[in-house]
């Protein structure tokens, strides 16, 4: 795991898993969820834009209807592909004009629609920039320090949720894999969080 925001940089080991190469659109969610529709025209402009304005909870759900789940915080930082915390998804800089995310300039407008930018190595897109993605992690500043090595699960209880990956609304370093952050999980407030799924592979 990463070094950002305060934790110390540490080796962890995880099962063999599965991520969505795509944040979740619109159009995915309202198949299963159709009610978001009301409420995304606030935040979201085309239907393969990534979902927004969606509370941690009703993310978890919709990855349990399809049968995943959210990442652990350490399986989306694995999924990120850096070869440390302190570096992109795409590599050890960011350059605006080679136009590899969407963010990192605290832009004033909107996410971009899934896939505009290059993918990363294990061919995943979005992983630093566009929205903010929810994580199945409660948020505590002491839980690195105590983590297992194997397969981390965050803490027991918590009172904010783990968002990772930065967003369209932030900060070049917010977009780094290592970066942590967290928000309240009942909101439905936040324009610039969005979510993937993930499945653990049973082993043989």
Known sequence: MGPEHGAPAHPVYLDAFMIDIHEVTNRRLEKIMPDHKLRRSMSSHCD??????ITWYEAADYCHLIGKALP???QWEKAAGAASGC???WGPDFDPGKK???GG????DKASPVGSYPPNKFGIYDMGGNVWEWVTDWYSPQYYFLEPLY????????VMRVRRGG???????????GYRDWSYPFSRSYSDIGFRCAINLKKK
Do not use: H, I, Q, Y
């Not at 397969?151 to 918590?158: A, E, K, L, Q, V």
């Not at 967003?167 to 894999?177: H, Q, Y």
């Open 48 to 53: 393969n834009c990534p979902v927004t304005k």
């Open 72 to 74: 652990s915080e350490a």
């Open 87 to 89: 570096e992109f998804p």
């Open 100 to 102: 590899l995310a969407r």
């Open 105 to 108: 300039l605290e832009l004033k």
């Open 151 to 158: 397969n981390p699960r965050g803490p027991s209880r918590g």
């Open 167 to 177: 967003a369209w609304s932030d900060s070049v370093k917010a977009m780094k894999s």
